[in-house]
């Protein structure tokens, strides 16, 4: 076998041997320690046009089978899957939508591949507060359900909920401080009285 042909065999090889779906340019230099970032992206190029990757956004690569959640927190860092896609989930929200919810730094809509990804702005000090969202193996994270209620009430105020009974008040009230909201206290006191 050429070593090119190794070298490039390397680099697929790491990337499927990962856990994770989603990869940056960085990652997959860091996983097949490669230091020369032209060469890297050669040979990714090469695997997008092979079918052997996706490439679903500039400068992010992914496995075929591509978890939608890791692509939605890799897209925008810092970011966590949150509101009416963890509601929804957790029985909180009846209404079904396929997009799925982030939380990050800005707010924009992409679709990428027939996929939704719905991001809301929200400040600094509440966005890298990481009490009530769970960080998994894959590089996903995602809020709990009193997290996501919390931020739902928090940038839209007068949303209607359909069942809070999943819901641990407890947690909740917990959760509050994060977002020094007067209001937001009002509302949580209102709805879920203790």
Partial sequence: MFSSQKNRNDVVLSIYQDIRTIFRLNDIAMLASETIFQSINKKLNYYVHTGKLQNPRKGIYAKPA???????????????????????????????????????????????QNQMYLYRKIKGEILVNTAGIIRQNNQVNIATPERAFLDLLYLNSDYYFDNLNPLNKDLVYKLLPIYQSKVLTRRINNLLPQ
Avoid: K, M
Wanted: charged share 15%.
């Fill in 66 to 112: 591509y978890n939608l959640e890791e692509l939605a927190c890799t897209i925008y860092t810092p970011s966590y899957i949150s509101l009416e896609y963890v509601l929804q989930r957790a029985g909180v929200v009846f209404q079904f939508d396929s997009g799925i919810s982030v939380v990050s730094y800005l707010s924009r809509s992409i679709e990428i």
